[in-house]
């Protein structure tokens, strides 16, 4: 049968587009799925602010009735405003292992970026930073985390027979908790603190974190600005994101840096207990059982914890402020039983993220990919 391409219309096919997902990787060990319903809100223009300043296109390829493909096209007009840029994003992409397929679906997304004046495709890649980016191009037999993508050997496999090339690589680590914060790092935190009048801040609930919670994603804003494809989070984004991810932290796990004049956040690290194997029994729904799952590892003593997000404002970044975070969150992490800790994406290009691990063992275990591809009239 002939594979058939049909624009997402209607909450039906959403849910559809979305299923599709956890049906192709459902006896996959490696692949953590992600929550169904925090899926639908991702990708619908009414509930993620982000369609404010994105357009997007969602499709599903069929052979007869049968599923067998699904694609977002993305065009964030920030993003292309900021980098100069007339680029479409495809992301929210699976498929079989079949050409004519794969050819379909990304032959549609092309179709409806050039209709939009876009000139090239990269990806995949989301809405914002905040979503799921990088193919995996090497580490497919490793367990997956909740920030990242998973996908089989054979994805970029196609986008190499499609013409789609390296724009850029993240690279991620296990990185081995030490027995104790190493002295270095010891005495640049108390030297940072006193020199920029700095102070740690640790939070026992939502209502101490909420004052802070805002400033956390403007100092992220600042910081991510130099980065891959990073466009700013809009306020109604961060209100977004606050209200999606607040309520579910860790508190003992999260550490902001302040400067003690006027209590603005100069850095913050947010990390949390692995929910890879809570979400993979969960099956990508909270009810009825999969919130305990969660819950369960979430208040655990984990042997793994992902870092899920880090960031120094511009002017304080190479002075020794990641130290205040060592200082803080190791002894925590010891505390705990924690084993290691999986760094989660990090530009290769980023030196400065590279540098941090000096002193600590490490282990490069996956490797993620953005390609990008010419689609101008003009070829």
Known sequence: MDVTIKRVNTMDELDEFVHFGYELYKDCPYYVPGL??????????????????????????????????????IVNRLSNEVWGQKR????????????????ALFGAVEAWARELGMTELQGPMGFSDMDHEG???????????????????????HMDRMGFVKDQDWLEY????????????????ELVKRKY??????????????????????????????????????????????????????YDLVTAIVRETDNRVVGFGISLPSLSRALQKAKGKLLPFGWIHLLRALKSKPKV????????????????????LFNDLIPIYRKLGVVYAESNIELETNTAVQAQWEYFKREHHKTRRAYVKSISWER
């Open 174 to 189: 296990k990185i081995y908790v030490p027995d104790e914060v190493p002295a270095k790092h010891l005495r640049i935190g």
């Open 197 to 250: 009048g700095l102070r740690v801040m640790k939070f026992k609930n939502k209502k101490e974190i909420m004052p802070y919670a805002h400033d956390i994603f403007h100092t992220l804003n600042a910081a991510f600005a130099p980065l891959y494809g990073f466009a700013p989070l809009t306020e109604k984004q961060i209100d977004y994101y606050v209200r999606m991810y607040v309520p579910m932290l860790r």
């Open 88 to 103: 479409a994003r495809f992301g929210f992409v699976d498929f079989v292992d079949d050409a004519e397929v794969v050819d």
């Open 135 to 157: 193919m995996l191009i090497h580490g497919f037999d490793q367990l997956g985390t909740m920030a990242t993508i998973y996908n089989y050997p054979y994805y970029p496999k």
């Open 305 to 324: 914890i992902d870092l899920y997000l880090t960031g120094v404002l511009p002017e304080y970044q190479n002075k020794g402020v990641n130290a205040l």
């Open 36 to 73: 169904l319903g925090e899926e639908v809100m991702t990708l619908s223009a009414k509930y993620n602010p982000a369609f404010e300043v994105c357009d997007a296109a969602l499709f599903l390829a069929y052979r007869g009735q049968r599923i067998v493909g699904r694609i977002a096209g």
